[in-house]
T-cell receptor, first 110, second 113 residues
Framework: EDKVVQSPLSLVVHEGDTVTLNCSYE??????LLWYKQEKKAPTFLFML????IEKKSGRLSSILDKKELFSILNITATQTGDSAIYLCAGGGSNYKLTFGKGTLLTVNP | DADVTQTPRNRITKTGKRIMLECSQT?????MYWYRQDPGLGLRLIYYSFDVKDINKGEISDGYSVSRQAQAKFSLSLESAIPNQTALYFC????????????FGDGTRLSIL
């Protein structure tokens, strides 16, 4: 059975801090690792990673995948209150299904 | 207009009632999915469909059924609702070309009393 584990489950930081969210996975016939941000409604897509060691970056957010150690990290630098959300990690296999982790609840205080 | 539309947005009903949640999309995607989200449990897959004639069970399909009426429409039914089906339900779609991210609707909050 495929499994995705995120840590920490929750995190409280102050504006301006840098955070690192972790995701480890065990996915049969692994193809991709995805990160989503969920505020009040639908999860919104952040990154999809398919190759080891290649950083994907969007503004203050970046992510990288290690296929040998089966994990990914999501970094957020200079956090803002608008970064407060649940961050979801999901692993995709060859059957195009996604297995989601439980999410990390990030709270950024002013 | 949203690309993935779920109706209703909120629903409160009683145990034993039949409920249908609907999802429609304008993205032209072949693949559609139904998930439920419970606090602390993340998103769990209920059913998925890769085209109109292809329906598959996910990890928690018991108590649910689905219908893919057209490429753009995928509905989820609870034949006889029970309180532990109270959850936030999401529909998602993805393109069938290679590996693509899934795109989510805004969700249906379902409460069963």
């Amino acid at each position: 059975e495929d499994k995705v584990v995120q840590s920490p489950l929750s995190l409280v930081v102050h504006e301006g801090d840098t955070v690192t969210l972790n995701c480890s996975y065990e996915v049969t016939n692994f193809r991709s690792l995805l990160w989503y941000k969920q505020e009040k409604k639908a999860p919104t897509f952040l990154f999809m990673l398919t190759s080891s060691g290649i950083e994907k970056k969007s503004g203050r957010l970046s992510s990288i995948l290690d296929k040998k150690e089966l994990f990914s990290i999501l970094n957020i630098t200079a956090t803002q209150t608008g970064d407060s959300a649940i961050y979801l990690c999901a692993g995709g296999g060859s059957n195009y299904k996604l297995t989601f982790g439980k999410g990390t609840l990030l709270t950024v205080n002013p | 207009d949203a690309d993935v539309t779920q109706t209703p947005r909120n629903r409160i009903t009683k145990t034993g009632k039949r409920i249908m949640l609907e999802c429609s999309q304008t993205k032209g995607h072949d693949r559609m999915y139904w998930y439920r989200q419970d606090p602390g449990l993340g998103l769990r897959l209920i059913y998925y469909s890769f085209d109109v004639k292809d329906i598959n069970k996910g990890e928690i399909s018991d108590g649910y059924s689905v219908s893919r009426q057209a490429q753009a429409k995928f509905s989820l039914s609870l034949e006889s609702a029970i309180p532990n089906q109270t959850a936030l339900y999401f529909c998602a779609t993805s393109d069938s070309t290679h590996i693509q991210p899934q795109h989510f609707g805004d969700g249906t909050r379902l409460s069963i009393l």
